[in-house]
């Protein structure tokens, strides 16, 4: 069952792919003062593109690094760049990016049904049991975070929470070394136990190469990623009342980060 439930998260490319977000830096390794260009990236394989998100739902960017925190230029829907950070100090530098919930999905059931399988949403599995004929909507948010390690210097940046409604934290940096890459998950503050993880190498977007559930500490472990970009991603969500405009409230959360060689 294990085995036959792995291989389906590997091959799926369902409905939710379309969901994906996340902050694309110029590159992930650059040299402490450098000036960082940035876009912001949506969707998958032949669907990957820059995201059309508007101004007005961007509520929080910034880059917390070893100086503190620092507010990038933002050109939306630029020429080349979405936007533009400089990495004041040597050490890891995260970018950080958080929208309101003014997002708005509606899906057929067996569409909507579909995704929250492939996400491992179970509060709305739970809540659709029995009406699982019916449309799903929701209106969602996104919380991104991407690592940039600027010269040799201390990566302990990656390793903090910054505070986003959901987000996935590496419990080691990236660029430590070691075979495993632990991560923790928080939503609204906490650990998030039974959340979905995915692991998904940019250059080969259309595949999940791993996916795993958060413990009861909302933690998780993958096969620390070899040369390349990377992109781990979660997503959660909470039935809303009767009288809201949604049949649920859902975050898609991504982290995006680099590795060179030896």
Known sequence: MRAWLAAVLVLAAGPARAHDFWIQPQAF????????????QVGDGPDRQRSAIPLRRITRLEAVGPEGVVRPALTLGGAAA?????????????????????????????????????????PALAARAGRRDRDGSERYSRAAKAIVQAG?????????????????????????????????????????????????DLAHDTLTAEAHRTDAAGEAGFARPAVGAWRLSVVWTKPLGPDEDADFETVFSSLTFGLSGP
């Open 152 to 200: 040799d210097g201390d990566g302990a940046a990656a390793t903090r929470p910054v505070g986003l409604p959901l987000e996935i934290v590496p419990l080691e940096s990236p660029h430590a070394p070691g075979v495993r890459l632990p991560v923790r998950v928080l939503y609204e503050g906490r650990p998030l136990a039974g959340a979905l993880v995915k692991l998904t």
């Open 82 to 122: 979405d936007g533009a950070v400089r990495l004041e100090g040597a050490g890891a530098h995260v970018l950080v990016l958080a929208t309101d919930a003014g997002g708005r999905s509606r899906l057929p059931a067996a569409k909507f049904n579909a995704y929250l399988a492939e996400e491992g949403l179970t």
């Open 29 to 40: 390794l650059a040299a402490p003062g450098a000036t960082l260009a940035f876009t912001l």
